[in-house]
């Protein structure tokens, strides 16, 4: 990064204020800019490898900056990449966050077959990520947010690492964590794991508890409720033939379900006053 942007940041983090807030439900947001990121990953840190191609994967956070606050780890829905969190990822700079916090990663760089955009074949990036932003920051925790098909991919990820120990906060945007639309008839990868609510995966995931070791994590999901999100609708048939009611698919049991009736499926992913909630949860 050239030094003249470098210091027009500086100086523009020692100048902004914190916005103060009282309470998940009701935050307000201020307008953010996007040039506060960098759009790649520091020379001196080891992105992980796409376990199918043994590819180096592509994403962006770190450089400089405190660890002050409980490092960000952001994970993308399918079909997009580490640079949708973006405009999130901009609102927590405006409001202190360095880059040393800021984390995304764009795990869908493989060749097409049936395991590349599936949560079975995706995990083990997060899992060798979240240990590299560890390692590269020093900090004991990471708060990890993902949205839709990287809602499945972090709780796979937990769930066979059971590095539970490792998360403060887990926020799943929009998540398929009881199935989704678009599935009808396709029973391979990410439609055989999440394409009936009651599909083995999804039977192995949610198992007796859907938000395992409350004690250290904190769970929190955002959902539209509200027949407004495409993926998860009120009446859906799925790959059995059978039609299911998906508007509270996001939900998990024993988390902090937060309701954006008003938001579709990729609005929740962007919109400010899910950011400011958002924030305000996580301190």
Same mark, same amino acid.
């Given at each position: 990064?050239?030094?003249?942007?470098? $210091?027009?940041?500086?100086?523009?983090?020692?100048?902004?204020?914190?916005?103060?807030?009282?309470?998940? @439900?009701?935050?307000?947001?201020?307008?953010?800019?996007?040039?506060?990121?960098?759009? =790649?990953?520091?020379? *001196?840190? $080891?992105?992980?490898?796409?376990?199918?191609?043994?590819?180096?994967? *592509?994403?962006?956070?770190?450089?400089?900056?405190?660890?002050?606050? $409980?490092?960000?780890?952001?994970?993308?829905?399918?079909?997009?990449?580490?640079?949708?969190?973006?405009?999130?990822?901009?609102?927590?700079?405006?409001?202190?966050?360095?880059?040393?916090?800021? #984390?995304?990663?764009?795990?869908?760089?493989?060749?097409?077959?049936?395991?590349?955009?599936?949560?079975?074949?995706?995990?083990?990036?997060? *899992?060798?990520?979240?240990?590299?932003?560890?390692?590269?920051?020093?900090?004991?925790? +990471?708060?990890?947010?993902?949205?839709?098909?990287?809602?499945?991919?972090?709780?796979? #990820?937990?769930? /066979?690492?059971?590095?539970?120990?490792?998360?403060?906060?887990?926020?799943?945007?929009?998540?398929?964590?009881?199935?989704?639309?678009?599935?009808?008839?396709?029973?391979?990868?990410?439609?055989?794991?999440?394409?009936?609510?009651?599909?083995?995966?999804? *039977?192995?995931?949610?198992?007796?508890? @859907? $938000?395992?070791?409350?004690?250290?994590? =904190? #769970?929190?999901?955002?959902?539209?409720? =509200?027949?407004?999100?495409?993926?998860?609708?009120?009446?859906?048939?799925?790959?059995?033939? @059978?039609?299911?009611?998906?508007?509270?698919?996001?939900?998990?049991?024993?988390?902090?379900?937060?309701?954006?009736?008003?938001?579709? /499926?990729?609005?929740?992913?962007?919109?400010?006053? +899910?950011?400011?909630?958002?924030?305000?949860?996580?301190?």
């Amino acid at each position: 990064m050239q030094m003249t942007s470098f $210091t027009a940041h500086l100086k523009k983090m020692l100048v902004m204020g914190f916005l103060a807030l009282n309470g998940c @439900e009701d935050a307000q947001v201020e307008v953010v800019e996007r040039d506060l990121l960098p759009s =790649e990953f520091p020379v *001196d840190f $080891t992105p992980p490898n796409d376990h199918l191609t043994g590819q180096k994967l *592509d994403g962006w956070g770190g450089g400089f900056g405190e660890i002050i606050h $409980t490092p960000i780890v952001f994970i993308h829905g399918n079909a997009h990449s580490a640079d949708n969190w973006k405009t999130m990822a901009s609102y927590f700079a405006e409001n202190g966050y360095t880059w040393n916090e800021l #984390w995304a990663l764009s795990y869908l760089q493989s060749s097409p077959s049936v395991d590349f955009n599936s949560n079975e074949g995706n995990w083990r990036e997060v *899992d060798d990520f979240v240990e590299a932003v560890l390692n590269y920051t020093g900090a004991d925790k +990471v708060n990890v947010i993902s949205h839709s098909l990287g809602v499945t991919i972090v709780r796979t #990820w937990l769930k /066979h690492s059971e590095d539970y120990n490792q998360v403060e906060h887990f926020v799943g945007i929009a998540g398929a964590n009881h199935g989704v639309a678009f599935c009808f008839g396709d029973t391979t990868g990410l439609c055989g794991e999440l394409g009936n609510p009651q599909s083995q995966f999804l *039977d192995w995931l949610n198992g007796e508890d @859907e $938000t395992p070791r409350d004690d250290i994590v =904190e #769970w929190i999901t955002f959902y539209n409720g =509200e027949n407004l999100d495409m993926f998860f609708m009120e009446s859906v048939l799925m790959n059995t033939g @059978e039609y299911h009611d998906l508007r509270f698919s996001p939900m998990l049991d024993g988390a902090l379900n937060i309701q954006f009736p008003e938001l579709d /499926h990729f609005e929740l992913a962007l919109s400010k006053t +899910v950011y400011d909630t958002l924030e305000t949860c996580l301190k």
